[in-house]
């Protein structure tokens, strides 16, 4: 008799033993796809025309941060001097055409001419695009402006202490300062400074050259590189320094995204053809705004009907204040900046209480880096 033998049931041993090469194996190529796929990533990152668009505006957005540095692992360190060596030139070039005088400030009304329907100080309004959320305010008369400067030496002021001291209506961040390791006082501003007619800081000479955003005695914007001297003839009346002009006689200067000088939280100036100011105050580095270029900036003030546009002070420093509260969120994380300079908006600035701080200062002995 021949006894039937059955063969026992596997082991839960050797069926784990047989799971887990298929796990292993599971685990191998998941990794291996991530490798392809980062080797791929990197191709294209690097090799191709469109991620070449994507890495260079990645580092023209670092070059505009505290960590302009960060941008040589993305372009190399010889390729990051030439790229902003080139946009200073452009900038530079940018404020050399003169300025063909479109802009067509209305006369005050008399007697013989006719009532004119009078328009609302202030107005401001959102504006957002692809990347960007922010304010577009308009100033409908000019002249209402002033540049107001800190209160007390050795130290920069917040744009909303300056509203509130001053008694402002509205206030805008002006123009560049001296700011070493992006840690400075907020007190040394760069090139010059004009208020009421008055020069208040000058570090070029009365024969010196700077790029200025600004506005003469007729209510005109002036914007672009002049001579001290120049300025002083042609009545300007409240200035700061910063660049580039960005549109002159109506017509763009930049030319598409790449050239946009990276994205960033931004503040810009322009006027229309009837004399209005426009502000254009632009979140950034933020989850709801992660910022917006110059040439988003352009877009928005052409369609607009800007005849003139200059780029002032951004980043960290860009803020909108409006009856005493700030209107925008500003990109640092503690808040406002201390500044040197700032656009402020009054009923009567005839009688708004700003001095001349550095007045009777060698500005050569000012340390931009003490607090």
Not at 115 to 140: A, D, M, R, Y
Not at 168 to 177: D, E, P, T, Y
Not at 342 to 356: C, F, G, M, V
């Amino acid at each position: 008799m021949t006894v039937q033998q059955t063969a026992s049931p596997p082991s839960r041993l050797a069926s784990n033993k047989r799971r887990r090469p298929k796990g292993l194996r599971f685990f191998v190529y998941t990794i291996l796809s991530f490798a392809f796929l980062a080797v791929l990533s990197l191709c294209w990152f690097f090799l191709t025309a469109s991620g070449s668009n994507v890495r260079l505006m990645m580092a023209d957005t670092l070059i505009t941060t505290q960590h302009r540095d960060w941008a040589k692992y993305l372009i190399g360190s010889t390729e990051l001097q030439k790229r902003v060596e080139a946009y200073w030139k452009s900038f530079d070039e940018m404020g050399d055409e003169k300025d063909k005088g479109i802009v067509q400030i209305p006369s005050s009304p008399n007697a013989q001419t006719p009532v004119t329907v009078k328009k609302e100080l202030v107005k401001i309004e959102p504006i957002s695009g692809t990347n960007f959320k922010g304010q577009l305010v308009t100033i409908s008369d000019p002249k209402k402006l002033r540049i107001a400067v800190p209160e007390k030496v050795g130290k920069g002021e917040k744009v909303s202490s300056m509203v509130k001291r001053t008694g402002a209506i509205l206030g805008v961040n002006g123009g560049g300062f001296i700011d070493p390791n992006w840690e400075g006082n907020g007190f040394q501003p760069e090139g010059i400074v004009m208020s009421g007619g008055k020069i208040f800081y000058n570090d070029k000479g009365m024969n010196g050259t700077v790029q200025v955003v600004g506005i003469d005695k007729e209510g005109r914007m002036i914007a672009g590189k002049y001579k001290i001297s120049e300025l002083v003839d042609m009545g300007v009346q409240e200035a700061v320094s910063f660049s580039p002009r960005f549109i002159v006689n109506g017509v763009g200067q930049i030319k598409s995204q790449a050239d946009g000088w990276g994205i960033a939280p931004r503040t810009s100036m322009a006027q229309t053809k009837d004399g209005s100011i426009l502000f254009a105050i632009i979140d950034g580095r933020q989850k709801h705004s992660i910022g917006a270029t110059l040439y988003d900036v352009q877009e928005i003030f052409l369609e607009h009907g800007a005849v003139t546009a200059a780029n002032l002070d951004g980043g960290a420093s860009t803020v909108l204040v409006h009856n005493n509260a700030i209107i925008n969120k500003p990109s640092s994380e503690y808040g406002e900046r201390y500044l040197p300079t700032a656009w402020l908006l009054y009923d009567h600035p005839e009688t708004a209480p700003i001095k001349n701080v550095w007045e009777g200062l060698d500005i050569r002995k000012i340390d931009p880096s003490k607090w």
